[in-house]
């Protein structure tokens, strides 16, 4: 699945991706280590994998509810 990235924050390797619908989705450092990226941009356009969850990240219901990030990539075309 593509998405784009939305935010990130270095220290904790862990941030926010946007769905193509906007929907934004939160990923943990385990799916930023997964990618094998070193860094990421707000904007740049990224694969994500996910698997089904039923909380967020900071474990409320909300906008992702339902989906968990297991890996985010660059996007190769």
Do not use: K
């Amino acid at each position: 699945m593509q998405a784009t990235a939305y935010t990130y924050d270095p220290e904790s390797r862990s941030g926010q991706v946007l769905l193509d619908d906007g929907t934004p989705v939160p990923f943990d450092a385990a799916a930023f280590d997964a990618g094998g990226l070193r860094l990421l941009r707000p904007g740049q356009r990224v694969r994500i994998e996910t698997a089904a969850g039923t909380e967020t990240r900071d474990g409320t219901e909300g906008a992702g509810a339902g989906l968990r990030i297991t890996l985010v990539t660059l996007q190769t075309f």
